[in-house]
């Protein structure tokens, strides 16, 4: 063995130039991209001002490629944390030498490194530890280096029976020696390497609970199944593991046990003459069965179950993002209907900004089904405030509200857009701390129908008042890694808020918050200021509130917009530390710099060489060129409603070959969900999504798109439509 390092000398330091190369190789990118990225995080700056505004530094790099290098950089801490954690320990201990600690340093894999340290690592008290304690030791060094024998086996055995250390003949000595060896086979990283590998050849086998299969029954595809681990899907996976988790099926692992054992029997006895080798070989059996199998299912089950989340999450932020980005309807009076049936629906009027009007309740469905009266109500309120769009919550009793608010409609010959609209978390924004905030004297059913007119005004502003966990983003959302999950959509929120821009005259504190560099705190610090000194005229008065700093301003500035202020540039996506640039531009054109905002004609003359400097690199120089062109352009599509078929309001009414037009309700990786109006998504398997090969369903639709679909399969007492969009078949 290698001489003990020094106790001095045990810490591991992270190697900021070390990580950069080796980042930039797996990114595929140069080590200069990799290390400006480092350096501005570093400097506390947040991933959209980066993407956005320091693109010089990057190279342009995307928001895609920094949340990678941020993830990778922030393992690689944690992995230096931990092994200097690791090398401590191991040297109190007083066994760290130049090759442990050479082999702690080189493993770049944190399973791995967790092998390497096991056998060091404090344990409970382990047979091992037991045997150990009771003098076995030296007995286990004998079976596990297989020494030829000095004496005769009986003779060697009886050394080491003892009454005081409760060894009480030779067949507990063994016993316990078999023990001691059983364990460090098992801690041995190679061995554990291998089991796993051994592991991955095998099946998952799912099956049914006896008891369980009628009330279980939507997982009755995993009844009986068995499936090659290295070609499992995520999304069922996860499915088998919410059944095993509600008490419906049995999952576990199937490999070939006997070969396994063969193979490590013929590769850890060495000496085919030992004494002992017939202990050993129970031995090998026992530290397999009752070690190294059980501890490869679990490090297989948690790795299949990160990777499951992580593709599980990465399609919820797909999901989430396109409800976000979903187009808005725009600046215009809108009623919320959040529908019922016993307690009826609760109708909430809003102007064209959002602001509450008045609320009224209506009957228009069972039991009470007062058609006249909640006709006579609604017609009242679009009159009086020349309504010209209506939101209704998608929840229960829609279809019913909708058929009668479409009967109004028609039968006064009305000029009002009416839009279904995705009410999940409603409820849970309702009863919410924010909802209560904005509307203290208001009732819960009240908000309920305010959050669905303004989803229907400004899809994005909306949502981010709700926790993003709780807008329903996809199938098994709630089983995989909610810590994982949360960061993820709380990513993409701030990403979509950075992208469209906020207005900060009337953004919400849970709109601002998200906004680059601002948080819960300032941006509630923001609406109390806005509150009590009028609107802000310019950026630069945001640096008048309490504790906004230069390095929040910095960060926020070019994604805050200022309507109809003093400056045209702060309602643009300019920063102002490039307003000097503009003018620059406004003089080599004889303009005024406030001329040449959204003035196409004079925009065109730019070119975009002539205005590079030290200050403004021609990344820099062509977005603000791009956007003197196009000033607060908003990034999210055009308006458009989905006709839902008339006469079909239940899974009844379906009938295959049915041609209907839905909304993309959920994407996952086996197909996409469509609400075509019946209270039941139907789903188009990834096979029915083109007329080519899908590989990725999101790669072809995305949540709040509107397609055709023609109707394949109806199972109305399981709940199940089949659709497809290959319409001719």
Known sequence: MSNPASNNDVGFEFRPDVFCKQAAADLNLSVGQVEGTVRLLNEGNTIPFIARYRKEVTKGLDERQLRAIEDMLARAKDLAARKNTIL???????????????????????????????????????????????GLQPLADILFNQQRLTSGRAELLRKFISADKDV?????????????VAEQWAENATNRQWMVEKAQSGEIVCAAKKSKKEEGS?????????????????????????????????????????????????????????????????????????????????????????????????????????????????????????PGFRTGCKVAVVDATGRFL??????????????????????????????????????????????????????????????MVNESGASIYSASETAIAEYPDLDVTVRGAISIAHRLQDPLSELVKIDAQSIGVGQYQHDVDQTML??????????????????????????????????????KRIVSFRDEH???????ELLKVPRLGQKAYQQAAGFLRIRGG??????SAVHPEQYPLVRRMAQKLGADAKTLVGNNQLVSQLKATEFVSPDAGEFTVRDVIDELARPGRDPRHEFQ??????GISEIGDLEVGMILEGVITNVTKFGAFVDVGVHQDGLIHISQLADHFVRDPAEEVSVGEIVKVRVVQVEPERKRIALSRRLDE
């Not at 030498?97 to 404090?122: G, Q, S, V």
């Not at 009028?534 to 630069?540: E, M, N």
């Open 88 to 134: 401590k320990t191991i040297s109190e201990q007083g066994k760290l030498d130049a090759t442990l600690r050479a082999l702690i340093e080189m493993c770049t894999d944190p399973r791995k490194l967790e092998d390497i340290y096991l056998p060091y690592k404090p344990k409970k008290r382990t047979r091992a530890a037991i045997a150990r304690e009771r």
């Open 168 to 180: 009480a003949d030779e067949k507990a000595a063994i016993q316990g020696a078999c023990d001691i």
């Open 218 to 338: 939507k997982f009755e595809n995993y009844f009986d199944c068995r499936e090659k681990i290295s070609r499992m899907p995520a999304h069922r996976f996860l499915a088998m593991q919410r059944g095993e988790a509600e008490g419906v099926l049995r999952v576990s692992m199937a490999m070939d046990d006997d070969n396994n054992q063969r193979h490590l029997k013929n590769r850890l006895i060495t000496n085919p003459q030992f004494e002992f080798k017939a202990e050993l070989e129970a031995a090998i059996e026992d530290c397999y069965d009752r070690l190294l199998r059980p501890s490869a299912e679990n490090t297989l089950l948690q790795t299949l179950k990160e990777k499951a989340d992580k593709e599980a999450v990465d399609v919820f932020a797909k999901n989430l993002r396109d409800l976000l980005m979903a187009p808005p309807a725009g600046a215009q009076v809108t009623i919320g209907i959040d």
């Open 358 to 419: 008045c609320n009224e309740t209506i009957y228009p469905t069972p039991p009470r089904s007062d058609i006249e009266q909640a006709a006579a109500t609604l017609l009242k309120l679009i009159q009086k405030y020349q309504v010209t769009l209506l939101a209704i919550g998608n929840g229960t009793a829609s279809r019913e509200t909708e058929k009668f608010v479409t009967d109004v409609i028609r039968q006064h010959k009305l000029n009002v857009t009416k839009v």
């Open 486 to 523: 949360k960061k993820a959509l709380d990513r993409e929120v701030e990403s979509c808020v950075n992208s469209v821009g906020v207005d900060a005259n009337t953004a919400s504190p849970a709109l601002l918050s998200y906004v680059a560099g601002i948080g819960a705190v300032l941006a």
């Open 534 to 540: 009028g609107a802000f005229k310019s950026r630069d």
């Open 566 to 571: 003093s400056q045209p540039l702060d309602n």
């Open 641 to 646: 409603v989905a006709t839902f078929s008339e």
